[in-house]
C-alpha cells in the first residue's frame, strides 16, 4: 500500500488531520543511493512512511483521551544523614528501613565504573591495554576478579589486526576492556559490550580519511577467538565521521550517529544488518531528533523535536511507527513548566508550581503528580545501568565540591521515589558519584583522607 492508497482509504477521518499528515509524508520522492558492498540508504519508504502517519494519526485522534493513571510514592525521610569526615574507620546507618549507608576508608581513584565490575587497565606508549585488573566491592572490601583474555585476529585485504580482549563475567553481566592501534597507525579500535550478551563483544574499528574505510564493526566470540564483519562504512559513499554505534543483543540492527556526504552535524541512522539498509531515521520521521535508543531487541525509542518535546516507538520487526507523545513543552533551567529528559524511558513532566509525574516515553502515559514531592530547580538524575531507577541529588554552593545535600532514587518499576537530606558535607571535598549496580550508589569525597560513601537503596 503506497501513502496515497492509505490516505485515500482512511476518507472517514478528520480532514484537516489528512491534510497535515499528506503534506509532512509526502513532500516529494526520495531516491535510494547505493552503497559499497551492498548498503543502500534508505531514507523513506512507503511501509515505514505509512506506519509513521498511523501512529501520527492515532496520536492526534487521542489527544483528548485521558492518560492511563499510575501512582508514585513519595518517602523524603524525616532524619538527616550525618556525614562524617571522609577517611575514618568503617561505620555505617541506617536511614529508615529505605537506606543503608557504609562510610569506607577507601578510594576509588584509578577505577572505572559503569560495568557489572570496576576495573583498572595498564596501557602502553601507544594507549594499547596491555592488562586489566577486575575487582567488586563486597563487604566494604575490593575484591579481585580473575580476567580472562581472548586474543583475536582479524584479516582482510587492507590488511590484519591482532590484539586481545580482557573480560569477566559478574551477576550474569559482562564487562570487557580493549583498545589499541590499528596496523600502520592511522586509527584505533576499541572493545565494546553488547547489551544482553556476555558471550561476545563488537570491535569498532575507526579508520578515518588515511585508511580506504572509515569504520568498521567487528564482532568477536569471547570463547573461540572467531571474529567477522558486521558493517563497514566508507569515506567515499558511506557514513563519516561514526561517533555511536550501539546493537541490538540478535545482531539484527545497529544504531549509527555521523553523516553523509553533503551533510553537516551529527545524525542517527538505523542499520539493518540482516539486509544491508540504513535509514535516516530524521528524514523518516520528518523530525529531529535528541536521542534514539534501543529499549530491547525488538523496541528502539525516539525522542526529539524542535522548541517541544515529541517521541515514537519503532517496532522492528514489522516497521511500525507510532507515535506516543506529540510536542509537549521542554522544561528549562529558568523554572518553566515542561518536560525533563531523564535519557532512558522515563521523564519528569513539571508544572509551573513544581508538581512532577513520570512520562513513559514508551507507552506516552503519565503518572499522577508525585504527592508531597516539589520538584527543584538545579536536581540532577543519573539512571542506573539498567534504566530502571534514576539517582536524583542537589548540590550545595561549595566551590570545586559536588556538596550533595540532598540525595535519593526514584524506582520506576516499584513506583517509589525516595529522597533525604545530608548535612555536615562542608567538611569533605566530594569529588564523584555514581552506580555500582541498580541498587548502591557511591560518593567518592576527600577529608582528611580518601573515603567512599556507599549507599544501599532497597
Not at 558492498?37 to 487521542?62: E, N
Not at 555511536?244 to 545482531?251: A, E, M, Q, Y
Request: proline share 4%.
Amino acid at each position: 500500500m503506497t501513502p496515497d492508497m492509505l490516505l485515500d482509504a482512511l476518507g472517514g477521518v478528520d480532514p484537516a488531520l489528512l491534510s497535515g499528515a499528506r503534506a509532512r509524508l509526502m513532500p516529494g520522492e526520495s531516491i535510494p543511493a547505493k552503497r559499497r558492498g551492498g548498503l543502500s540508504l534508505r531514507l523513506l519508504a512507503a511501509a515505514a512512511a505509512a506506519a509513521v502517519l498511523l501512529g501520527a494519526l492515532a496520536a492526534a485522534m487521542a489527544g483528548n483521551v485521558e492518560f492511563r493513571t499510575a501512582v508514585f510514592s513519595f518517602l523524603h525521610l524525616s532524619v538527616p544523614e550525618q556525614v562524617p569526615p571522609a577517611g575514618d574507620a568503617s561505620s555505617g546507618a541506617q536511614l529508615g528501613d529505605a537506606v543503608q549507608v557504609q562510610y569506607l576508608p577507601l578510594s576509588l581513584e584509578g577505577w572505572q565504573t559503569g560495568g557489572t565490575a570496576l576495573w583498572q587497565a595498564e596501557r602502553d606508549q601507544d594507549g594499547t591495554v596491555d592488562s586489566v585488573r577486575f575487582a567488586a566491592l563486597e563487604d566494604g572490601t575490593l575484591r579481585d576478579i580473575p580476567a580472562e583474555v581472548t586474543p583475536f585476529r582479524f584479516a582482510d585485504s587492507g590488511g590484519t589486526l591482532t590484539g586481545q580482549v580482557f573480560w569477566c563475567v559478574r551477576n550474569g553481566g559482562l564487562t570487557a576492556v580493549g583498545e589499541g592501534s590499528l596496523p600502520d597507525g592511522g586509527g584505533r579500535w576499541e572493545a565494546q559490550t553488547i547489551p544482553g550478551r556476555s558471550d561476545a563483544v563488537v570491535l569498532l574499528l575507526r579508520g578515518g580519511l588515511l585508511r580506504e574505510f572509515d569504520f568498521r564493526a567487528v564482532l568477536l566470540d569471547l570463547g573461540s577467538g572467531e571474529s567477522r564483519l558486521l558493517t563497514e562504512q566508507h569515506p567515499a559513499d558511506g557514513l563519516r565521521g561514526i561517533t555511536g554505534f550501539s546493537l541490538t543483543s540478535d545482531l539484527r540492527h545497529a544504531l549509527l550517529t555521523g553523516h553523509v556526504r553533503g551533510e553537516t552535524g551529527q545524525h542517527p541512522y538505523l542499520l539493518d544488518l540482516e539486509h544491508g539498509t540504513l535509514t535516516a531515521l530524521e528524514e523518516t520521521l520528518g523530525a529531529s531528533l535528541d536521542r534514539a535508543v534501543f529499549l530491547d531487541s525488538g523496541i528502539l525509542l525516539l525522542t526529539g523535536g524542535e522548541d517541544t518535546c515529541s517521541a515514537w516507538v519503532w517496532d522492528l520487526s514489522s516497521g511500525a511507527v507510532e507515535q506516543t507523545v506529540n510536542s509537549l513543552p521542554r522544561y528549562d533551567s529558568a523554572g518553566s513548566q515542561g518536560v525533563l529528559d531523564l535519557g532512558g524511558r522515563y521523564a519528569l513532566e513539571i508544572d509551573s508550581n513544581g508538581q512532577a509525574a513520570v512520562l513513559d516515553w514508551k507507552t506516552g502515559t503519565r503518572s499522577a503528580p508525585i504527592e508531597g514531592f516539589t520538584f527543584v530547580s538545579g536536581t540532577q538524575f543519573l539512571l542506573s545501568p539498567s534504566g530502571d531507577r534514576a539517582c536524583c541529588f542537589l548540590s550545595g554552593k561549595k566551590d570545586s565540591s559536588l556538596d550533595v545535600t540532598q540525595l535519593g532514587v526514584l524506582d520506576f518499576a516499584a513506583g517509589q521515589l525516595v529522597l533525604f537530606d545530608r548535612v555536615g558535607t562542608e567538611q569533605n571535598q566530594e569529588r564523584s558519584l555514581g552506580w555500582l549496580d541498580d541498587s548502591r550508589v557511591f560518593l567518592s569525597a576527600q577529608g582528611a583522607d580518601s573515603g567512599l560513601f556507599l549507599y544501599t537503596f532497597r
